[in-house]
């Protein structure tokens, strides 16, 4: 049961955030939470998934265009604006893998896993 309700309440503060960024905060955010609620609430209603199952579907394609978009970005960076100013060679200090908190990294493994788990079909 409590998957559920981290499952949806990711996908109502996701939904909050990315609604807040399109209307340059507009909005509240709670007005961006019912919203989005009202929405889940009228999609939630049709009797079966299986006739959702595109809009799962979807829902997995675009977490995954993000997060390779984001990956290939910052792979194919040269210099970013944050790197010190001057005529010299910028060395990236690029880790495969850091020293993430175990927040951080659980978010960044669940992110994943829960775009490809609750797919159906």
């Known amino acids: 049961m409590s998957d559920w309700i981290f499952c949806?309440?990711?996908?109502?503060?996701?939904?909050?955030?990315g609604l807040n960024a399109v209307s340059a905060h507009?909005?509240?955010?709670?007005?961006?939470?019912?919203?989005a609620a009202i929405?889940?609430?009228?999609?939630?209603?049709?009797r079966t998934l299986g006739k959702m199952?595109?809009?799962?579907w979807a829902g997995?394609?675009?977490?995954?265009?993000?997060?390779?978009?984001?990956?290939i970005?910052?792979?194919l960076q040269e210099r970013p604006p944050t790197a010190p100013k001057g005529g010299g060679p910028w060395v990236?200090?690029?880790?495969?893998?850091?020293?993430?908190?175990?927040?951080?990294?659980i978010t960044a493994?669940?992110?994943?896993v829960f775009a490809f788990a609750g797919t159906p079909g």
């Open 92 to 105: 990236s200090d690029y880790k495969l893998v850091g020293n993430p908190s175990f927040t951080q990294a």
């Open 60 to 71: 997995v394609a675009s977490v995954f265009t993000a997060v390779m978009m984001a990956t």
């Open 26 to 35: 507009g909005t509240c955010t709670a007005v961006f939470v019912a919203v």
């Open 53 to 56: 199952k595109w809009a799962a």
């Open 39 to 46: 929405a889940s609430f009228g999609l939630a209603s049709i």
């Open 109 to 112: 493994v669940s992110s994943i």
């Open 8 to 17: 949806s309440g990711s996908g109502l503060l996701s939904t909050s955030i």
């Open 73 to 75: 970005a910052v792979g």
